[in-house]
């Protein structure tokens, strides 16, 4: 073996300058970087030393072991492994080997804890190692006293608090003076000058890359970063171990032993040839010191050095044939594991998929410890031993388990469907990839618009067949429009072209009413070779073709194909009472696992998966209770009745108020230490600084906490935080209010508590509502019409927080719950009151409507603040609130059976009423515009299709209409050349007209209003020119569009208006042509600000003006064909006008 290195010595020396360079490049700037960007820096390494000459050929480094080889041999390596416990990952082997070469200050990025455990293990061989946090009052001392003594001492969580005192030791500001050894001195902060020990050394510890970034440039210049954070090889690799011990432990335990064999054989091969150089280097220096003896001329003459290397030799040629035999062992092992290499790989993807969740939203967050304590480790405890396919067996328990415990955590259903789609996903790539090919084409083509194939007239003949005979009620265009998705999917070949051979079948589909499951019952007849999947992915992209509002349910139907039921169940069921009180049994379960490993003094009968994770992690379970702001529940009561149920004692603290945060603190500490459940109300109210200090207390607290608990009673200690979680829709951006800190979110369990909607079920709890706050005895309190206020007040209730799912409902998404209507009963009530002692009232003198409607509208309208939100609550109070309710036959909606009249209405016949409504609801019941129902079914498709695409997809689509570039770079132009910050006056109104110049479409006088920069100051222009050429004062006009054209009257292009129609040169409650986004054009308009008395005849309506999605203040004049009907139906729909760039 030496001879055939020495025939290559040369070229190996003359590597030693290149490869030098490169490991000094590694040790500087490869720590904070991800694999692929460590091969691109040897990429460009490579590139350099080629061009310089000292390369002599420019290679590619496969992998970083040649690194952590040049830096280590192998028996530091394999110490690294057996003796300080360094998990078996390439990332955390050269983060190691740089570790122990660089001299500067290391910054751990370790959210596992691993690295941490390993380097206080190998630090703890040689030196006293001492730990500590920058928030500790003694840090200043502590960091003194390990400068003065040596030792190493570890700073944790230093991406929550840092110190700045340590920057003198980390910028190495030494001077020399006496000391005790003549050593470096330092000043820290106020103490005296300090010595620094030559053996001291200073790690500082970070949870979060990313919480890394806010931190002083000063200290992350001075450090040398090292991110072990875990990879995706890494974490298969590690689920692998532990499948294989589950699985078959016999052969994860033969694979172990042979790696540990091989390793100690090759660092025992190693250590003879540094014996046999020691020998030889020895005999030298004999010869040097012992001149006057006779010593052997060259090693050669030596019978002892000969005798020496032949059993040297001897020994390195066995070791070296049982490395041998041990590496091809090795590799028949992992031969015979390479079947469960598929299924790691799915459950390390699967994690990938989760750590996506926060794209979606910031409450979605989940960290590493939690997918292997929570989901992975229950999962291979529950194993179907009966399935033959080693894949479905391990990964089906743990997609069961993702369901249980993210499912449970997400808010809307369209997140948990696109959740469940991803899952199925990867469990098909698990098992083929052929299919998954075939599969991804469909799941394209049913979540994203990415298509530019064109069709042959026959297939666009075709697909317009099936596409009439689906979509029997809908108009013309949105039937050639189906119909042209339906072409581009036959011509893609995601939807087989066979189906065209049996037209009438897929036409039939539209007199079914679950058209998904007929599509895939003909798909999968097809005699293509498709299997069930196949079937339901393309069943799937037919139905957004052709029926996209049964989208949702056609994914659904595929998931639950692949997944199987109790999977999609898992994942769809709504959140309640019940998932709270499992999250608690589970963080229970798994602290008493926990008790039981570490107590079992024989490693091996105890249960390794538990013992492997971070316990920091687990050592404070915390349960995180998501509730919507609207839905009326925060989470308490819940809780409250668990405890009540298993009588358990659990203390509450509602944040918000200065002094919360100080009982908050106070009952953790007692709580933990007694083992009591603590609830914190409304955590998202508390001071950011207060959440974020909450995560490290939950952290420092004592590992024993648990176990003297447990000691009391059986009750463990488990905190419950309730948080509220908005979700804005804004489909090009999707920005979320959350408040809770990532590190503290991604330690708890979340539950996220969805209410049922729609009107039926709002009803219901407002009915509940009666019952729980004023007492079941109020319903029968007299007179016997306060039932029927109280049914009044509760559908009013109904619909105006039932609006707020609709985009049209309100200007903006209002946070009503059932406080309003506790308050605005409150008030009912007291006007109810002075007629007490009578048995009837008469409803249209006795009953006060003008203090019912005041109670009602000033209760829900103090959140408002849109002037034109106030016109549709003012509307919605007069409708429903006035003695007609008491008429004979009256019914709330034209499509709703009557209220039973008289004495029949009893709070019986009113719940029994509400009970026989349908759960979804017709739009009309709100007083929404017809298309209200299906602009909603839309906004939920939309949304549906970027959850899918940012969890499914490597890259993003948006969905959302593109902004126009010319409009944008135009409006640009506009602010560079038409200065009207500064001015004033007649010159305000001559530079907005000469913007509106540079806007003027077509025709003379003719502008398109939604193009300008500044509409609201060019609308204010034009009234200041009216106002003086009418001679009134500017509070006297209103703004009007007119259909009559006048001579150089100021024309006005690009409006559409949405919850009317425009019939006869004039607004109306007749359908109308409208376009994809539900809004109807609006003709060429004059625009005028004319005097008020002009337009205050029922012949006009004021509506609001939006333009560029902004409302502005103020509204706008249009004629109505239909003055007999009344102003609140448009209203109620609130119909706008809008005006488009």
């Known amino acids: 073996r030496w001879d055939d290195e020495a025939k290559n010595f040369s070229e190996r020396m003359a590597l030693v300058v290149p490869d030098a360079l490169r490991a000094a490049a590694i040790i500087a700037y490869a720590g904070k970087l991800i694999d692929k960007d460590r091969h691109r820096l040897c990429d460009k390494v490579n590139e350099v030393l080629y061009k310089l ?57 370790d959210p596992s804890g691993a690295a941490t455990r390993f380097i206080e293990a190998m630090l703890g061989a040689s030196r006293v190692v001492n730990s500590t946090t920058a928030s500790d009052p003694s840090f200043e001392k502590t960091l003194a006293t390990c400068a003065r003594f040596g030792g190493a001492l570890i700073v944790h969580d230093v991406d929550d608090v840092w110190d700045s005192v340590a920057h003198p030791l980390l910028n190495r500001e030494f001077v020399r003076r006496g000391g005790r050894s003549g050593g470096a001195m330092v000043k820290l902060g106020a103490l005296d000058p300090v010595e620094v020990s030559p053996d001291f050394r200073l790690i500082l510890h970070a949870r979060d890359a990313r919480a890394t970034r806010k931190l002083p440039l000063g200290l992350l210049g001075r450090v040398c970063l090292l991110d072990f954070s875990t990879t995706l090889d890494g974490l298969e690799q590690s689920v692998l171990t532990r499948m294989l011990r589950v699985e078959r432990p016999e052969l994860e335990k033969q694979r172990t032993e042979a790696q540990r064999t091989v390793d100690e054989q090759k660092s025992r091969l190693e250590a003879l040839e540094d014996d046999v150089l020691r020998q ?254 196949l079937a339901a992915a393309r069943a799937a992209a037919f139905i957004k073709a052709i029926h996209p509002e049964r989208s949702s349910n056609a994914a659904i139907q595929f998931a639950r194909i692949v997944l199987g039921d109790a999977t999609i169940k898992a994942w769809l069921g709504e959140s309640s009472s019940s998932s709270i009180e499992e999250a608690a049994i589970d963080a229970t379960t798994l602290i008493e696992v926990r008790e039981k490993a570490t107590k079992c003094k024989n490693k091996n009968a105890c ?42 004692t659990l203390e509450s603290v509602t944040m918000g108020a200065p002094e919360s945060q100080v009982r908050a603190n106070a009952a953790l500490q007692r709580c933990a230490e007694r083992g009591h459940w603590l609830l914190l109300c409304n955590a998202h109210l508390a001071a950011s600084d207060w959440l974020d200090s909450l995560e490290r207390r939950l952290r420092s607290l004592a590992a024993s906490v648990s176990s003297i608990s447990s000691q009391v009673s059986e009750q463990r200690f488990i905190l419950f935080l309730s948080a509220e979680a908005m979700i804005l829709s804004d489909p090009s951006t999707q920005v979320h209010s959350w408040r809770l800190p990532r590190a503290l ?56 927080t039932e609006r707020v799912r609709y985009t049209r409902g309100w200007s903006k998404p209002y946070e009503w719950g059932d406080v309003d209507a506790f308050c605005a009963l409150a008030q009912i009530d007291a006007s109810l009151a002075s007629l007490k002692n009578m048995t009837h009232a008469d409803p249209c003198s006795d009953l006060a409507w003008d203090v019912i409607r005041g109670a009602f509208v000033s209760t829900y309208g103090s959140r408002l ?169 500017i509070d006297d006009l209103e703004l009007a569009l007119l259909p009559v054209v006048e001579e150089d009257s100021l024309m006005v292009d690009g409006l559409f208006v949405r919850g009317a129609s425009w019939q006869e040169n004039a607004l109306s409650l007749e359908p109308g042509q409208a376009d994809d986004t539900g809004a109807i054009s609006l003709p060429q308009l004059r625009l005028v600000w004319q005097k008020k008395e002009l337009t205050s005849s029922s012949d006009f309506i004021r509506l609001p003006l939006v333009m560029c999605s902004l409302l502005l203040d103020g509204d706008v004049a249009l004629p109505r064909n239909n003055a007999a009907t009344d102003n609140y139906i448009y209203y109620l729909r609130n119909a706008v006008i809008e005006a488009r760039p």
């Not at 925060?634 to 809780?639: A, H, P, R, Y």
């Not at 729609?758 to 709890?765: D, I, M, N, Q």
């Open 865 to 1033: 603040e849109v002037s034109a939100d106030f016109r549709v609550l003012t509307a919605l109070a007069d409708t429903i609130l006035n003695p007609q309710a008491y008429e004979n036959d009256w019914t709330p909606a034209s499509t709703l059976k009557p209220w039973p009249q008289g004495a029949l209405f009893t709070s019986e016949s009113w719940r029994e009423w509400i009970e026989q409504l349908s759960p979804s609801n017709d739009c009309s019941w709100l007083g929404l515009a017809p298309e209200a129902d299906a602009t909603r079914a839309a906004d939920r498709l939309l949304d549906l299709c970027q959850v899918a695409s940012r969890l499914i997809f490597s890259d993003e689509f948006i969905l959302s209409q593109p902004s126009s570039e010319k409009v944008i770079s135009s409006s640009f132009e506009i602010v560079k050349q038409a200065d009207v910050v500064s001015v004033a006056g007649e010159q305000v109104v001559d530079a907005l007209k000469h913007e509106v110049q540079r806007v003027v479409v077509h025709t003379k006088n003719t502008i398109r209003l939604g193009a300008l920069t500044w509409p609201k100051r060019f609308l204010n222009a034009v009234r200041l020119d009216a106002a003086k050429q009418l001679g009134t004062a």
């Open 53 to 109: 000459a000292l390369s002599p050929e420019c290679k590619e480094i496969s992998n970083f072991h040649t690194v952590a080889a040049y830096l280590c041999n192998a028996s530091t390596i394999r110490e690294w492994h057996e003796d300080y416990g360094l998990p078996r990952d390439e990332r955390y082997l050269t983060n190691a080997s740089i570790f122990s070469t660089t001299q500067r200050c290391a910054l751990l990025v």
């Open 280 to 533: 030889i280097a020895g005999d030298d220096q004999d010869e040097e010191i012992d001149v006057d003896e006779a010593t052997p001329a060259s090693i050669l003459d030596d019978d002892k050095a000969l005798q020496a290397l032949e059993n040297t030799k001897a020994e390195a040629k066995a070791l070296r044939e049982q490395a041998e035999r041990g590496t091809a062992a090795l590799a028949e092992l992992r031969l015979a594991t390479r079947a469960y290499v598929p299924a790691a790989r799915c459950c390390a993807k699967l994690y990938a998929l989760i750590s996506r969740l926060p794209k979606v939203h910031a409450a979605y967050e989940y960290s590493l410890e939690f997918f292997l304590d929570n989901i992975l480790t229950p999962a291979l405890r529950h194993i179907e031993s009966e399935e033959k396919d080693i894949v479905s067996r391990l990964c089906r328990p743990v997609l069961y388990h993702v369901s249980r415990r993210i499912g449970r955590g997400l808010l809307r259903r369209e997140h948990r469907v696109a959740a469940a789609v991803a899952t199925a996903r990867l469990f098909i790539e698990a098992r083929d990839t052929t299919l998954l090919s075939m599969c991804d084409a469909a799941l394209v083509a049913t979540f994203t618009d990415k298509s530019s194939t064109t069709s042959d007239d026959n297939t666009k003949n075709a697909a317009i067949k099936i596409a009439s005979g689906l979509c029997i009620s809908l108009g013309a265009a949105e039937v050639k429009r189906r119909a042209e998705a339906l072409s581009k999917l036959l011509s893609a070949s995601v939807l087989p072209k066979a189906m065209l051979d049996n037209i009438e079948s897929w036409s039939a589909l539209g007199k079914v009413a679950e058209p998904e499951d007929e599509a895939f019952r003909l798909l999968s007849s097809r005699n293509d070779n498709a299997v069930e999947e």
């Open 607 to 648: 249960d390794l998966l538990a013992l492997e994770a971070d316990g920091d992690a687990v050592s404070t379970p915390t349960i995180l209770v998501i509730v919507e702001p609207a839905s009326g529940r925060d989470g308490s009561t819940d809780v409250e009745n668990l405890a009540a149920a298993r009588g358990f």
């Open 745 to 800: 979110t991604a330690r708890s369990q979340a539950v996220a508590l969805g209410v049922a909607h729609g009107v039926r079920a709002g009803l219901l709890r407002h009915f509940d509502l009666v019952d729980a706050r004023i007492g079941k005895e109020s319903w029968s309190l007299p007179p016997a019409e306060r039932i029927r206020v109280y049914a009044l007040l509760g559908w009013a209730h109904t619909i105006v």
